[in-house]
Every structure is written in C-alpha cells, then in structure tokens.
C-alpha cells in the first residue's frame, strides 16, 4: 500500500501534468496567441543573453515611475472580469484565467491606495466592485473558498474553506470598511470582516498555526503570517481581543522557526522549491504584523531575513527565484513578484528604521522592475508582471500575474510617498540650517 505522501506526490504530479496539457492546448484554439508567445520568449532570451549586471546597474532611472505605476495599475483593471473579481493571469497560452479570490481580496487595499494617491475613481470603482464579488462568495462559517472561481459564475459545491484565502480577503474587507461611507454598507462590509476574523481565530490550533484541511497540503506553513497581518488589521478596527491574540499567537509560532541564519523555516510546500515569493510573504507578513502589534520581536526577525536578502542583491545585482535553507543557493531565474515583495519589505524597514541602505535597495529594485515591464503586445501582456524573468522560469511560467502586479503597485507607491517624505525633510532641514546659519 503507497503511503499518503507518496500519493500526494503523485497526484501533484498528475495535477501538474493535466494543467500543462491544458495551457498548450491553448494555442490550438486561439492560434492568434502564437506571435505574442514566440516575441516575448525571444525578447527574453536576447535579454539574457546581452545583459550584463555591474556595479552601477539600476543606478539611474530611465523610467518614471508614475508611468510605471500607471501601467501596472491599468493591467489590474484589464484584469478585472465581468463579476467584479480580478483575474489569476493572463497566459500567453490560454490568455485571462478565472477570478480569483485570493488576490481579488488584496488587490482591494493596492487599488484604494492608487485612487488617493491620483484621485482616480476608477480605481475606487474597482476596489468596490471586488468587494461586492468578495462578499457574495463567503461562506456561512465566515471562511471563504480556496482556488479560482466557477467559471460559469454560478457557487461552487465543492468548494472548501480556505484559511491563507480568507486572510489575504479580509485584507480587503478591512480596507473597504474604512473607505465606505454608506452606514448601511460599511456595516455589512465590517460583519463580514469579523466573521472571517472569528472563524480565523477558532480554528486555529493551540500552538498558533493553522493546519487540517482549511490549510494548503493540510499542514502548517510560516507563511501564513500574511494571516496574522490581516487579523492585526481587524483587531484595530473590530477591538476583538479574540482578534489580536490569535495574530500574536501565530507570530509566535512563526518566530519559533527563525533560524541564526536570519531564515524563517516551516514554509512546508511539497513538491515545490522556496520562491522567493513565499520567503518574502513570510517576512512581510511577520514585519507589517510586528508594526501592528508593537513587537519588536517579529520585527527584528523580519529585518534579519530582509537584510541577508539585500547584502545578496546589492552583491550580485539579483536575487535568486528560489532559496535553499539558510539562504544557501537556489535556482538562478528571477522571481518578479518576490523581488517586488522584497522592495515593499526594505522600504518598510527604512521607514520603520531610517536606514538609507533599505531605500537604496528597493530603489534599484524597482528600477530593475520598471524595465522588465511590457510595453507592446497583447492587452494582458502590456504593463503585466511576469510569473518568472525569463519567461519560462519554473514560477508561473509564460504568465503575467496578478499578485505580481499589485505587490509592484505598492512598491512603486511606497516608494513614491516615502521619498517625498524623505525630500522634503531634508530640504526643511537645509533650510533650517541656512536660516541659522545667515542669522549667525
């Protein structure tokens, strides 16, 4: 009798295998997709060929980042499908996928930002007809289900609860609370917020993690302080105690798994490497978390593993698209949607900090980011963030996706308001002196 993992191993593989069928079948029925595929594959195999990293490369910026952060933001509303929710990708083989609740539910947060950031009201249109989308899907335990959307828009039977789903939405819910006006509909948005909070908090195991069949591959993962960051959110807003306990108490299963290395273990994916993408929401997750809850403690571990990060990016002018433990090597593609995450995390950590190293670095970051971004092609392929640099790197080969978007956004928008911050208190200060200066 084979034992549950090596089924498990199995059925990814089978799963796997199905999903790559499929998307290659999807050139057959739209030939059309066929010239996008082969120029964008091109483009990055010349790209990689001819690039040289050095010393000074992403010093200089080339690209605004307004226009950078229009065209990334213009992707998420081509992404938005007919019911409200946001699109997983766009693939150069099959072209938009479903919506997906997960990201929908933090895309809410990205999208508020950029109305106030522009005064775009498309933007706040969006963000509120996610929200309803996002609303009409949660389940009568408060959960809200894993994977993509029925696509013929009807409910899914078969959906299960998903717990990582259900705190990436109540990031959103909690967001589009405080932005409502509407009495009636700000406390129908904050009802459901708490049940999802409180569902959170009671399945919960007594350690803090989560595991059992709400939990992805049913065990526990660090990375699911991205959880712990949203019922933060809650706690402030519902002042549920239930609320905030159940974030501390996570945080403290997370930090349990901090090595000396600076690495953070119990990411726990079977059958897949560590991208980048899962290290950096562990990181996040714990740091946005620790400012929350005032717990130095979760924020001198997140700095610690944001640090490693950054002496390896401003060494080799990269980071890896997948690490072995302790940092020790990994996979040599660029995990796009990681090093956006990574960008937020420094820029995070200078404002937490006001170390100018972690602003350098996510400025570099993000320049690296802009030129990456498509001008031409297709409309899911303009302004998208591809899965892996090259294409067919092994994270969510020849697709442009939504979560990579919507981290970029923030790191772009971050990095906007915190160095006008940081400008305009350094000309005060200059003025300051000059003024005492000339009166001396």
């Known amino acids: 009798m084979s034992s549950p993992e090596s089924r498990s191993s199995r059925n990814f593989m089978t799963t796997k295998t199905v999903r790559v069928l499929t998307e290659a079948a999807g050139l057959l029925r739209a030939p059309q997709r066929i010239l996008p595929l082969f120029s ?3 483009s990055d195999e010349l790209r990689t060929t001819f690039e040289h990293r050095h010393l000074y490369s992403n010093v200089a910026s080339t690209i605004p980042t307004a226009d950078a952060l229009r065209s990334v933001v213009d992707w998420i509303f081509r992404a938005q499908r007919p019911d409200g929710g946001i699109a997983a990708y766009y693939s150069l083989l099959t072209g938009y996928s479903e919506s997906y609740p997960e990201v929908t539910g933090y895309i809410i947060p990205t999208l508020y930002d950029f109305g106030r950031l522009t005064g775009d009201l498309a933007a706040r249109h969006a963000a509120y007809l996610a929200t309803d989308w996002l609303l009409s899907l949660q389940m009568p335990s408060g959960a809200f289900p894993g994977g993509l959307h029925a696509s013929d828009g009807g409910p899914d039977n078969n959906a299960r609860p998903s717990v990582f789903n259900t705190g990436q939405i109540l990031q959103g819910l909690v967001r589009a609370h405080t932005e409502m006006e509407a009495k009636t509909r700000n406390a129908k948005i904050l009802k ?3 049940a999802a909070g409180n569902w959170l908090a009671a399945i919960q195991q007594a350690d803090g993690s989560w595991t059992g069949p709400a939990a992805y591959q049913g065990t526990a993962h660090t990375y699911y302080s991205m959880v712990s960051w949203a019922l933060a959110r809650l706690a402030a807003e519902s002042g549920d105690p239930r609320h905030a306990a159940a974030a501390d108490r996570n945080i403290d299963w997370v930090l349990a798994h901090a090595q000396p290395s600076g690495w953070i273990d119990g990411i726990n994916l079977r059958g897949h490497p560590a991208y980048l993408h899962f290290i950096a929401y562990v990181i996040q997750g714990t740091l946005e978390c ?3 809850r005032r717990r130095d403690d979760a924020i001198q571990a997140a700095a610690k ?3 490693v990060l950054l002496r390896k990016f401003e060494t080799h002018k990269r980071l890896l ?6 940092f020790r090597g990994g996979q040599r593609f660029a995990c796009l949607t990681g090093n956006a995450q990574m960008s937020c995390i420094w820029l995070r950590l200078f404002e937490v900090t006001g170390d100018l190293r972690y602003l ?3 400025l570099k ?6 030129q990456l971004l498509p001008t031409k092609g297709r409309r899911g392929v303009v302004g998208g963030v591809a899965g892996s640099y090259p294409i067919w790197g092994v994270y969510q080969p020849m697709r442009f996706i939504s979560w990579g978007c919507k981290f970029l956004a923030d790191a772009l928008m971050l990095e906007q308001r915190l160095t006008r911050e940081f400008e305009t208190k350094f000309e005060t200060k200059f003025i300051t002196k000059s003024e005492a200066s000339g009166c001396a």
């Open 321 to 326: 698209g997948t690490y072995e433990p302790d």
């Open 192 to 194: 459901s917020a708490v």
């Open 290 to 292: 620790g400012i929350l």
């Open 40 to 42: 964008k594959l091109a």
């Open 365 to 370: 970051m993000n320049e690296m980011l802009k």
């Open 360 to 362: 350098n670095a996510a």
């Open 305 to 307: 593993a944001a640090w």
